[in-house]
């Protein structure tokens, strides 16, 4: 593997070998070559260091695709996530929950992405921590590639009973609004764009757990399915996790407003529920 590294080239500890042996730092990378010895006296006693490589695949992910959610494998995605057919949202656990914090994965476990929320201010904190009324407040959602970098951004404006996102690009330009369109039964969502409306969400039981997507015909183009993760974590942490399946490469601006909602969908657009909900 060839690196950056300021660390001239040498004689160095070999960071996969036995004690006492040394391996070549060509100045980019270790080389093969080793020998037993200890580095001469006033030579750099670090290592040079190595970026960290990238997790691999997590197997759990893979499971929570094909069993918990069902969906079968599908072709390689682009490895993006406006390219990959199927996105796995997993919520940071945590018992006490005072920002969204999200993992967004590939349907083999290779984490692509993540969804974290901005500009949580102390007193939206101590409400959250005491009560529920920061449901009913502003909030604001990034989207990040695997490098942090902002894709889109979502702006919950504060609601009494019904939901309106406002999903934007870095740059503020406006790509649509995912739009409420009732309070009791099955909650349905409306995604509107210069507007029209290009298509919707539909909870298809009243808990909304699971959500069909449809474009502007009431044509399914998706599908959201929450995941089952134990009694004992649903019952006492805040986790919520979803698979998305894309049924097929969507045009924009639905395609960003799928993937919008997808990894939005309980923070910015369920009413809030805790517990079981």
Same mark, same amino acid.
């Given at each position: ?9 040498? &004689?160095?500890?070999?960071? /996969? %070998?036995?004690?006492? !042996?040394?391996?070549? &730092? ?6 093969? /070559?080793?020998? =037993? ?34 969906? =079968?494998? @599908?072709?390689?995605?682009? %490895?993006?996530?406006? @390219? ?62 695997? /490098? ?6 979502? !702006? ?52 909304? &757990? ?17 995941? &089952? ?9 805040? =986790? ?21 909602? =997808?990894? !939005? ?7 809030? @529920?805790?517990?079981?909900?």
């Amino acid at each position: 593997m060839t690196t950056h590294s300021n660390t001239p080239a040498g &004689w160095y500890p070999d960071p /996969h %070998g036995a004690a006492e !042996t040394l391996r070549y &730092w060509d100045g980019s990378q270790w080389t093969e /070559h080793t020998h =037993a010895g200890r580095q001469p006296q006033g030579a750099p006693q670090m290592a040079p260091q190595i970026p960290a490589q990238p997790a691999g695949p997590d197997a759990r992910v893979q499971r929570q695709v094909q069993q918990q959610a069902g969906v =079968a494998t @599908s072709g390689p995605g682009g %490895g993006t996530l406006f @390219s990959e057919p199927v996105l796995v949202v997993n919520q940071k656990a945590k018992l006490i929950e005072l920002t969204n914090e999200y993992k967004v994965f590939d349907q083999n476990g290779n984490q692509i992405g993540s969804v974290t929320e901005v500009g949580q201010n102390a007193l939206k904190k101590i409400l959250r921590f005491v009560s529920s009324l920061d449901q009913f407040m502003t909030h604001k959602l990034e989207i990040r590639d695997n /490098h942090g970098q902002p894709l889109l951004v979502l !702006t919950r404006p504060a609601k009494i009973f019904k939901s309106r996102v406002v999903v934007s690009r870095p740059d503020g330009s406006q790509v649509g609004e995912i739009v409420q369109k009732n309070v009791f039964g099955k909650i349905n969502f409306a995604m509107n764009a210069n507007g029209q409306q290009v298509g919707a969400i539909k909870a298809e039981n009243w808990r909304a &757990w699971n959500f069909a997507i449809v474009d502007h015909a009431d044509n399914e183009v998706a599908r959201i399915t929450k995941t &089952w993760e134990g009694l004992a974590k649903t019952m006492f942490t805040t =986790a919520d996790n979803y698979v998305l399946q894309i049924h097929y490469q969507l045009p924009e601006p639905l395609l960003s407003l799928v993937v919008a909602t =997808a990894l !939005t969908v309980d923070t910015a657009l369920k009413q809030d @529920s805790r517990g079981l909900g």
